[in-house]
């Protein structure tokens, strides 16, 4: 634990720079709430104009207060931010918490780096500035000027919007999600994402990080953060702006977009993204209070048959689908249903059941070790008591002498179904007023722990390269004033990152052209090689299948005629000359360079499926195999490569294989390489490999 930024988090004094005794005054709030919030460290109000705040000594600056100050909170004005913080440094305070607006977010950058700046000179760490505080109900801290702390709970937020993070704070109430700490981040100006993750991974009250986003500032640190953190962590990320897909030039940079690489930059090191607000309180009540689900067997107990479909097709829906409970499971839970339930999954223990009926179902069905989780509804009836059943459902889950598995419970109904919800969340279990919702938390606690077992694999790092060769024919064309390579100059690079191109040469003339056919081997493609010329196909510049001599001299012509059609003063190279390569199912794989995460991959399979229906899917670079494997089981059309209608199964390995290679080529050269496609590439049968049959690479502006 960084001693500095815990100072900062967790200080034992406070100095509030800018106190005020007027009630309408930030300066003033943020004494009266740590007052309120039964704050127990010391508190120094800073403000030449007073003697005393609330019953608390004032001082002039924190350089008079002859005590030790953990942590100044400042809020006054951005134009005296600097000379505070220059205070602080110098009175030996370890970290500022700067809640004045009007830095960075108004354009201020400067104002922001000269108070950044001193305060590293002083070892001094920042939270914000542009932030409300912090809270933290163990520490009995609000060092904020939001009026109240948040249910106090377990789960530990950081947000980006100090209006929202007000706001939840309120709602956490209703929705009952109780939190511990708060913490407004603002700026980001020192301590960032990243910073945060890592201290509330490394809390001990904290059971589950909650995010809400509007921007990372460096995708790389974040991702190790939360690769390093072994706590659940969901993300709800705000705003879907498209800097990174702005100065697109390829196929890839105009189907990325900044919202789909946090999407797979989440997916890679484990943080659950949130579709909505009421998503995020959701699913973080149950990653707050409840350990994850260690298998796939969904265990749903209701007294209701409607509430218990709704519940089977959220099941399907969240990736948890039902399967029936083994014969000694609904033997047993049949001795404990009228005939007319059921005992197979869902178990419907029917209308009828009261208070015996759900102690002895849940007892028995949570302690069976074919249940890895457990959903239990409840209908309101008319003869049966909410909390009543509420506290038999609690007794039973204690009885069972059964730990370590998740349960979600669903209450629907009216006022009494609420009164039973707030008393079973009380004793820690997520109940919500909707079945699906409580099939959702529970399939989150699956995923999460199905991510836990996948994030931690070590960089990815290939033998069979050659990257001072990939360099030296970059740096080629970078002497020649080109800022794309031509597809033979590609193919040669990517041939380096050892991925299997067609063997493909220049021709500058006919004649050249035909001997290279014959020594590569009919038949073979013929392709322009341009850099004013881009897409080949639309300028009519490839030709397939020519089988021999004369096929070579009249592609030659036609190829030429139509390069000069499509573009009159077009720079000609020359032509490709490549073998060609049976026709089967396209894929394409590419990259672009994120403006948050860095070099990124995607993949997809070709043709309309990423023209028209856009099913592509992206990481971060590098990528290991297995990361591999799991993008090309997650686009929609998948099962075109297990093979569908009767066509075998693609060589999904050897795929998997050249899209590690691939992630890492664009990744090792990422100071060169800014955007770039293997469009398409041939997968053949399962142990038949893949053919790149095209190459594509855009520098970066040096
Ligand atoms: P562009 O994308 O610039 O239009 P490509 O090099 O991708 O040009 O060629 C267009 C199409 O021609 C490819 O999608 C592929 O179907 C086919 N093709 C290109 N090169 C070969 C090759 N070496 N072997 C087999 N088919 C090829
Ligand atoms: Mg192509």
Same mark, same amino acid.
């Given at each position: 634990?960084?001693?500095?930024i815990?100072?900062?988090?967790?200080?034992?004094?406070?100095?509030?720079?800018? !106190?005020?005794?007027?009630?309408?005054?930030?300066?003033?709030?943020?004494?009266?709430?740590?007052?309120?919030?039964?704050?127990?460290g010391?508190?120094?109000?800073?403000?030449?104009?007073?003697?005393?705040?609330?019953?608390?000594?004032?001082? =002039?600056?924190?350089k008079?207060?002859?005590?030790?100050?953990?942590?100044?909170?400042?809020?006054?004005?951005?134009k005296?931010?600097?000379?505070?913080?220059?205070?602080? @440094?110098?009175?030996?305070?370890?970290?500022?918490?700067?809640?004045?607006? @009007? /830095?960075?977010?108004?354009?201020?950058?400067?104002?922001?780096?000269?108070v950044?700046?001193?305060?590293?000179?002083?070892?001094?760490?920042?939270i914000?500035?542009?932030?409300?505080?912090?809270?933290?109900?163990?520490?009995?801290?609000?060092?904020?000027?939001?009026?109240?702390?948040?249910?106090?709970?377990?789960?530990g937020?950081?947000?980006?919007?100090?209006?929202?993070?007000?706001?939840?704070?309120?709602?956490?109430? %209703?929705?009952?999600?109780?939190?511990?700490?708060?913490?407004?981040?603002?700026?980001?100006?020192?301590?960032?994402?990243?910073?945060l993750?890592?201290?509330?991974?490394?809390?001990?009250?904290?059971?589950?990080?909650?995010?809400?986003?509007?921007?990372?500032?460096?995708?790389?640190?974040?991702?190790?953060a939360?690769? &390093?953190?072994?706590?659940?962590?969901?993300?709800?990320?705000?705003?879907?702006?498209?800097?990174?897909?702005?100065?697109?030039?390829?196929?890839?940079?105009?189907?990325?977009?900044?919202?789909?690489?946090?999407?797979?930059?989440?997916?890679?090191?484990?943080?659950?993204?949130?579709?909505?607000?009421?998503?995020?309180?959701?699913?973080?009540?149950?990653?707050?209070?409840?350990?994850?689900?260690?298998?796939?067997?969904?265990?749903?107990?209701?007294?209701?048959?409607?509430?218990g479909?709704?519940?089977?097709?959220?099941?399907?829906?969240?990736?948890?689908?039902?399967?029936? !409970?083994?014969?000694?499971?609904?033997?047993?839970?049949?001795?404990?249903?009228?005939?007319?339930?059921?005992?197979?999954?869902?178990?419907?223990?029917?209308?009828?059941?009261?208070?015996?009926?759900?102690?002895?179902?849940?007892?028995?069905s949570?302690?069976?070790?074919?249940?890895? @989780?457990?959903?239990?509804?409840?209908?309101?009836?008319a003869?049966?008591?909410?909390?009543?059943?509420?506290?038999?459902?609690?007794?039973?889950?204690?009885?069972?002498?059964?730990?370590g598995?998740?349960v979600?419970? #669903?209450?629907?109904?009216?006022?009494?179904?609420?009164?039973?919800?707030?008393?079973?969340?009380? +004793?820690?279990?997520?109940?919500? &007023?909707?079945?699906?919702?409580?099939v959702?938390?529970?399939?989150?606690?699956?995923?999460?722990?199905?991510?836990?077992?996948?994030?931690?694999? =070590?960089?990815? +790092?290939? %033998?069979?390269?050659?990257?001072?060769?990939?360099?030296?024919?970059?740096?080629?064309?970078?002497?020649?004033?080109?800022?794309?390579?031509?597809?033979?100059?590609?193919?040669?690079?990517? =041939?380096?990152?050892?991925?299997?191109? %067609?063997?493909?040469?220049?021709?500058k003339t006919?004649?050249?052209?035909?001997?290279?056919?014959?020594?590569?081997?009919?038949?073979?493609?013929?392709?322009?090689?341009?850099p004013?010329?881009?897409?080949?196909?639309?300028?009519?510049?490839?030709?397939?299948?020519? +089988?021999?001599?004369?096929?070579?001299?009249?592609?030659?012509?036609?190829?030429?005629?139509?390069?000069?059609?499509?573009?009159?003063?077009?720079?000609?190279?020359?032509?490709?000359?490549?073998?060609?390569?049976?026709? #089967? %199912?396209?894929?394409?794989?590419?990259?672009?360079?994120?403006?948050?995460?860095?070099?990124?991959?995607? /993949?997809?399979?070709?043709?309309?499926?990423?023209?028209?229906?856009?099913?592509v899917? /992206?990481?971060?670079?590098?990528?290991?195999?297995?990361?591999?494997?799991?993008?090309?089981?997650?686009?929609?059309?998948?099962?075109?490569?297990?093979?569908?209608?009767?066509?075998?199964?693609?060589?999904?390995?050897?795929?998997?294989?050249?899209?590690?290679?691939?992630?890492?080529?664009?990744?090792?050269?990422?100071?060169?390489?800014?955007?770039?496609?293997?469009?398409?590439?041939?997968?053949?049968?399962?142990?038949?490999?893949?053919?790149v049959?095209?190459?594509?690479?855009?520098?970066?502006?040096k």
């Amino acid at each position: 634990m960084d001693p500095i930024i815990n100072a900062v988090l967790e200080p034992k004094s406070i100095a509030i720079v800018g !106190a005020s005794a007027d009630p309408e005054k930030i300066g003033y709030k943020v004494v009266a709430n740590l007052i309120a919030g039964g704050y127990e460290g010391a508190i120094y109000p800073i403000n030449p104009k007073s003697e005393e705040i609330l019953g608390h000594k004032c001082y =002039a600056s924190v350089k008079d207060v002859p005590y030790v100050i953990d942590a100044a909170i400042i809020t006054v004005p951005a134009k005296f931010v600097h000379g505070v913080t220059q205070e602080c @440094g110098e009175k030996g305070v370890k970290g500022i918490s700067i809640i004045t607006s @009007g /830095f960075s977010e108004v354009g201020e950058h400067e104002l922001e780096e000269q108070v950044v700046k001193t305060a590293r000179e002083f070892g001094m760490r920042i939270i914000g500035p542009n932030i409300i505080g912090v809270l933290s109900n163990s520490g009995k801290m609000n060092a904020s000027f939001a009026s109240q702390l948040p249910l106090n709970g377990t789960a530990g937020l950081i947000s980006q919007s100090g209006a929202l993070l007000i706001a939840m704070i309120a709602a956490t109430y %209703t929705r009952r999600v109780g939190f511990d700490k708060m913490l407004s981040i603002g700026n980001q100006s020192d301590l960032d994402f990243a910073d945060l993750v890592t201290y509330l991974a490394e809390d001990d009250v904290t059971s589950c990080i909650t995010l809400y986003i509007e921007g990372i500032k460096d995708g790389a640190r974040f991702m190790e953060a939360a690769r &390093n953190c072994d706590k659940p962590i969901i993300a709800l990320k705000a705003g879907t702006s498209e800097h990174g897909a702005a100065a697109a030039a390829s196929h890839t940079g105009s189907l990325a977009g900044s919202s789909k690489v946090y999407e797979a930059a989440f997916k890679q090191v484990g943080v659950t993204q949130a579709d909505d607000l009421n998503d995020l309180f959701d699913r973080t009540l149950a990653l707050s209070l409840q350990p994850r689900m260690q298998g796939d067997n969904l265990l749903i107990l209701t007294n209701g048959g409607g509430v218990g479909v709704l519940a089977t097709d959220a099941a399907e829906k969240y990736g948890l689908p039902l399967k029936f !409970a083994p014969p000694e499971v609904q033997a047993e839970l049949k001795k404990h249903m009228p005939d007319f339930g059921s005992a197979k999954n869902p178990v419907d223990i029917t209308g009828g059941a009261g208070l015996k009926g759900y102690y002895e179902g849940v007892k028995y069905s949570y302690a069976h070790p074919w249940v890895d @989780g457990m959903a239990i509804l409840y209908c309101e009836t008319a003869v049966t008591n909410p909390l009543e059943i509420a506290e038999a459902i609690y007794k039973a889950l204690q009885d069972s002498g059964t730990t370590g598995k998740p349960v979600t419970v #669903s209450f629907v109904g009216g006022e009494r179904c609420d009164t039973a919800t707030a008393w079973l969340i009380e +004793k820690g279990i997520p109940t919500y &007023n909707a079945p699906d919702i409580a099939v959702k938390a529970l399939a989150t606690l699956r995923q999460d722990q199905l991510m836990s077992e996948t994030t931690h694999s =070590a960089p990815y +790092k290939p %033998t069979d390269i050659n990257p001072e060769k990939a360099r030296e024919i970059i740096a080629g064309a970078r002497a020649k004033g080109r800022d794309a390579l031509t597809e033979v100059e590609a193919k040669h690079v990517f =041939a380096a990152y050892g991925l299997p191109v %067609t063997p493909t040469e220049l021709a500058k003339t006919e004649e050249e052209a035909i001997k290279l056919a014959n020594e590569i081997g009919f038949p073979i493609v013929m392709k322009i090689v341009s850099p004013d010329i881009l897409h080949k196909s639309d300028a009519g510049a490839v030709k397939v299948n020519i +089988k021999n001599d004369d096929d070579v001299r009249e592609a030659w012509k036609v190829i030429m005629e139509n390069s000069l059609k499509y573009k009159a003063d077009a720079e000609i190279d020359g032509m490709a000359v490549q073998e060609m390569a049976p026709w #089967s %199912t396209e894929v394409i794989v590419g990259s672009v360079n994120d403006a948050t995460f860095g070099p990124t991959v995607m /993949f997809g399979l070709g043709g309309i499926f990423v023209e028209v229906l856009k099913d592509v899917t /992206f990481r971060v670079a590098p990528i290991d195999e297995d990361e591999a494997l799991r993008m090309q089981n997650e686009i929609k059309s998948a099962q075109i490569l297990h093979g569908a209608r009767g066509e075998s199964p693609r060589d999904m390995a050897k795929l998997a294989s050249i899209l590690a290679h691939y992630s890492y080529m664009i990744y090792d050269l990422k100071d060169e390489i800014a955007e770039s496609d293997a469009n398409p590439c041939l997968v053949y049968e399962e142990g038949k490999g893949v053919a790149v049959v095209d190459a594509r690479i855009i520098l970066t502006k040096k």
